[in-house]
Every structure is written in C-alpha cells, then in structure tokens.
C-alpha cells in the first residue's frame, strides 16, 4: 500500500469513526481517506456500514468518536448545510429535490448557480429540461441526474456518490461515468458506492473495504482485485461449507410434476426486469441479492401488494393476477415482511394477531368460533414454541417472537407457500436457529418457501436453490451445494461465478466442493 | 402560460367561483352593492388573517389549532390595553400586540420542536392555555380602541381621478387586508425561508439533505402563524372596538379555507392567495344562503358539502390532468 499517490495529502481524512445505536455498534473502527483526484470505491457487505459512514461524512448523523480531517484541518460537520460548507457534497440513492418546488427553486434553495446547473444538466445528457418543472412530475432516473449536477454545480472538494448508476437506465449511466472519471482528472475527489465492479473496475483508483463497522482493507483497483476485495468483505470468517444434511425422505418430496409457483418474464417498473424461475412444493428456494436489487419488488408482486408491470406468475399452473394481497392469501401464498411492525398489530394480543387472516375474513362476518381459533392458535404457538408470558400486546414480546407470530399466523392459516424477507433481521441466534429449522419443517411437510435474507450464511443452512438477482435482474440459479459464502458474494455482487459444477439438488451431500472457487 | 394555468388553476378557478357567487348575490339581491361589499370585506378580514396563519403552517407541514384562541388573546390585550389610552398610545399597542403574536407562535414551534411531540397536541394545549390567558386578561367582552384603528378599516379608499362608482368598490378592509399580506407574504415567499418552509412541507428528509434547517424554520413558520393571528386579533378588536375573550369560529374557518383554497394538508402545496380568495367566497356564500332566508342550519350543511364537492372536484380534475 506504498503507492506514489500516497505522499499527496488527503482531501478527506476520516480516521477512529464510531456509531452506536444503543447497544449495537454500527461502526466500530472505520477510516476513510480520499486523495484528490482520485475516484475512491467504498465497498462492504450489507449491514457493514458504509451508509452509516456515508451518513456521518455528510453530516446527516453525528459520530460518537472519530476525527474527519478535511484538507488536513478537523472540521467537525453536525449537519447536511455544514457538509456543504466544507465542500463534501453527496448524491443519496434517493434523490434529494424537493418535490413541490420546481427546479430553479431548488436551486435557489441550495444556493446553487443556476448557469453551471444547465451545462452540467446537458452534459449529463439531458438535452431538454425546463427549470420551472415541477421536481415531482419529472421522471426518477433525471431526478438522480439532476442531483448530480446540482452536486457539480457547487465544484466540491469531494463529491460522494451512492449508488448513482443504479437507477439510471445505460446512455445516462454511461455520460454519468463518464463526467465522473473527469472530475478524478480534474483534481476533485469522488466517493463511490457501488456494487457493480465492472463501473468500479473501470472507474476507481483505490478501494475502501468495510467489514462489520471496520475498515478491513485498502486497495489499489487493479485487474484481478476483485476476488481480493470479496476475501476482504467476507473476511477471515470461517468459509462454512456445511450443508444442512437433508433426509432422503425430505429430499423425495421435491419433484413434483408442475411448480408450484412459476415466474415468467416478470416486471415491475424499471426495478425489475424479465425474472423467470420456478417455486415447487417441498424446497426452500433462497433470494440473493445485495439492498435494493429489486427483490423488494418481487417479493411485493408475489405478495400482491404490487401489480407487475409485466410477464406472469402461475399459481399451480394457473396464470394468476394478483389486485390484492388477499388474493395471493387466498391462492395460499403468505408474506412475512422482514420489518415485523409492517406484519403485526402491534398493541393487539399474540392470539388476535395469529387469528387475524383466517378470523377476520369478510365473507366470515358474524360471531368467531373461539373454540376453534383458541385450538388453531394454540397449535401453533405451541409449533413454534412462542414465549407468550407477555402475550397481552406483540409490542412487547422481542424480536425473534414477534417474527414467530408473523410466522405463526401462516402455520395457522395453512399457507402452502410463504414469502420469507429476511425474517432474522435484527433477532437473537437461538431464535434464527429455531427459524430456520421451521423453514425446514415447512419445506419437509411439503410447503415452499421463498427466501430472502442478508446473511449469506443463512442461504447454506436453509435453502435447497439459490437464485441470484442483481440489478433487476435474474443473474443466476444454483443449487445450494455450490453455494458456500465466497461463492455466494460474488453472485450477489454480479460476478461471475466460474465453472458451473453440474450438480443437481438430488446428488450427494459430498458432491458439494465449491465449485466457484478458482 | 400553460405554466402559469397548470400552477394556478386553482386559484383561477376560485376566482371564476367567486365571480359566479357575486353575478348569483346581484341575481338574489339586486340592489347588492358597493356598501354591502364593503361590509364582506371588513367581515372576511378576520377570517382571512386567520387563514394566512392556518396557511403558513400548514405549508409547512403542520397544523395549528391555537389560531383562534390566540386571536382572542392578542384581540383583548389590546383592546384592554387601548381602553381608556390616548390615540398615540395605540401606535405602541399595535406593535406590541403583533410582537406577542410571534413570540406566542415561536413558542409554539419551539414546543413542537424540542418536546417533538406532535404539532396537533402542541397547538391543542396552547389553545386551551391562550384560551385560558384571554379570560385572564379581560374576563367580560370590553376595552376600547383607538378612533383611527377604527377608521382604518371602514369606508372606501379615495383614490383621486377615479369616479366615485369605482371608488366605492375599494374598501379600505380589502386594502388594508392586503397591503398586509403582500407586505409579509411576498417578501417571503421569495426569500430563501419561504422556500424553505415550502421544503420542510413538501419532504422533511430531501429538505434536510438540501441543508435546510428545518427546526429553525419550522419554528418561523409557527411564529409567521401567530404573526397573522395577531393580525387578525387586531382586526377583530379595529372591527368591533372591543375585545372578545372568547375565541370565534375561525379555528375550523381557517382550516376549511385551506383546503378549499388548494393548500395541501400534508404541507408543502399552494399559496395565500388561494385560501384568501376561499374565505371570500365561503362569506358570500353564508350571504346568499342568509339572502335567500334558508335555515342557518341548512347553511352549514350547505357549506360542507361545497366544500367536499369542490375539492373534490379540483381532485378529479387533477387525476385527469395526470393521464
């Protein structure tokens, strides 16, 4: 880590960084420094921490410890105007114009000049906007660009970019890549966060890597430094190639003639494009992808919360169209959202909220057989073994029960298939443990399960397939035995996974070499 | 031009509403004429400072439930204050009121702010203890007000070499109203703060990335609400030359005029110009219905539904615009 560059001093210099929320540390140890003139990668896995660091660095949050130094002098930024001063400026994933003011009045909002704004805007490729448009009327792949160019206007010291291509489509990405190398050149510094290594490769100077609220890793983006970077982000964490040993019986199950829930070119919006897979009865099918890769979408289309702007999804082999989530319910396809508040009636009691979809449906009006839903519900706490001493309200129960009761609601109702999103978010291990031996179960008693988590590990322990969505896009179907951590980071980061091993999910446990592992 | 019908459709249309009120009060009553507008213009003006207040905050993505209360507040502390006074003193009672205006609206966004409890709860409470403070101050209707106060807001506004007949169309209410307004509200709403209040209404996040400080204006916008109500407080008091310690309707008046006016209740949406011109045509409306010797029940009845069928009338023609 000697290069040449190093003798410069930085632009930006952030050293010691920590945050807690409470008890939980989301940094630990993250240092940043930029040089100018250089384009500088911040990568990590989800949950590592780059967007608290983001947040920090921009002033949106404040630091519980650390020095930021800003062309060698400490400037301590406590809020977004402050970040501005001292020439940070950001681009968030969301874009940041007001949405009542059209767009010269969020330039005058920020300050910016407006002469600069416009030559930006066409460099940016945007030949034709007219600055009394409303920010709200104005489509979100130029709303991201104008941000940009409203950023470039000021000519910040450091300009940080999160996710900026994501949601743009090729031609504006392209010209946003491109004006980004010149600013490099130009003697500015760009903060980059992607998750795309092709930009990154041909884009970047050097790599920050987090792990776990730490800098892991500084490198110089070199052809080959990618398998470099993923060890880095994956870290000295033992590579479990451990394989959740499946019974014979469990494993017969899982060949049924027709699936029972299969995808066809499904779209939604420019989130989501042309993902095709099958769901059969009896498997666990596990949803890799990195935040925001449009998994979101396809779990709300499957949920019906959502309607797809295109393909089809067959239910039993019957094409369905979902207009609301009470049609999914019926066809038996349940959702457990990952933030539970979403799920749950939280001041109501376990039971109210475990009766709740099969008690309260309409055509079911009239007096509710309490025998039987006190039966039903009891089965099923009992299944999940749910602590109910604090029954009276779900607020009250942690975490990893008030997931259970998510869970349990579906048990109850008998949904034969159930959407999992990331149901261990933010719950203790006992209890994960015990999750993903029900998912098991489920997928044993011949139910299907769709998983998405962002723990990579979890994928080994659960899942019978993987399927890998990057950037909208179905990148990739795998069975899990080829699905160790390694493997499994560089198809959520859109790499390619190497020499496809050709096992199937019914051959031998042994059979389970990592096969992406150059 | 399309620029311009697109952003004040509303307010265009509201207009025409107006314009078709006034041809149906000349159908009603044919003899309505310049003193009967001249009286519109002196009753609305209350009811329009109360509205400017309702506005300012609710742009700003809030609500303030203290406006009428603290009209009545500001309304009896000058008129008490101007009881028995000489006329010069009123020109230090005017200042003063309209200063504890904004000091009581401030406190208001300060309480909002700092507590962080919700602004509805807030303005709930300073509505009773403004309430409370009005009794306080005068515990009877009284007080007095000074002879050029009053004259400031009756009769009409000569303006030489225009014939009488014009003349008497030109309440000196309606300037006083506006001159009022213009001279707070344009500056504003060209400034840097009234763009963002505007923001805070519209998107508290993307307002606070774009380096808004959006405690400090939240707190001005509460303190330009009281600003108002203290307006309007004074035109209560300059109106009737007392004071009143109970608060009159215009707590839901103001609200009703809001939304009818094109301001968006979940903030950052509309002008002032919208609500104002709302007041005018909801008090004609109460005119024609009191003309026309229906039931004041019905009247009310009658007003709700205008309301609810306009605005979502204005909804419809929204969504169609959309497609």
Redesign the interface.
Known sequence: MTTSAQQQSPLLDATGVAKNYGAVAALRNASLSVLPGEVHALMGANGAGKSTLVKILTGAIQANAGRILIRGEARDIRSPAAGRRAGLLPVYQEPSLIPDLDVLSNLRLTGTPVEPFRAWVRELGIADLDLRDTARDIPLAVLRVLDLARALAVEPDVLLLDEMTAALPANLAEKVLEVVRRQGDAGRAVIFISHRFVEISALCDRATVLRDGETVGVVDIVPGVEEKIVELMLGTRIVKTHVAARSAAEKAVSAPARPRIAVKDLRVGTKLNDVSFDLRDGEVAGVVALEGQGQDELFAALAGSIRPSGGTIEVDGNQAKFAHPIDAIRAGIAYVPGDRSEALAMQRSVRENIALPFSAALRNWGPINMRKERDTVLGAIKRLQIDTRAQGEVQRLSGGNQQKVTIARWIAADARTILCFDPTRGIDVGTKQEIYKLLRELAGHGKSVLFYTSELEEVQRVCDRVIVIFGGRLVDIFPVEEADEPALMRAAYGLPRGAKADVGILAAPNASEPGATP | MS?FLRRQGWVVGLFALLIVLFIATRIIQPGYGSGDFGSLARAVLPYAFAVAAQTVVVIAGGIDLSVAAMMALTSVTAASMMAGASEEYALFVVPFVLAMGFVLGALNGLLIVVTRVPDIVVTLAMLFVLQGAALLVLDAPGGGAAEWLKALISGTVPIPGLPDAVDAWLPKALLVLIVCLCVIWIPLRRS?LG??I??I???E?????????VKRTRIIAYALSGLFAAFGGLALTMSTGIGAPIPGPYLLASVAAVVLGGVALGG??GGLLGPIVAVFVLRLVRTDLTLLAIDPNVTAIIEGLIMVAVVMFGAFITMRGRQ
């Open positions: 620029h840097r763009l963002s505007y923001a209404g519209s998107s996040l993307a307002a606070f990335r774009s380096g808004v400080p950052g949406k």
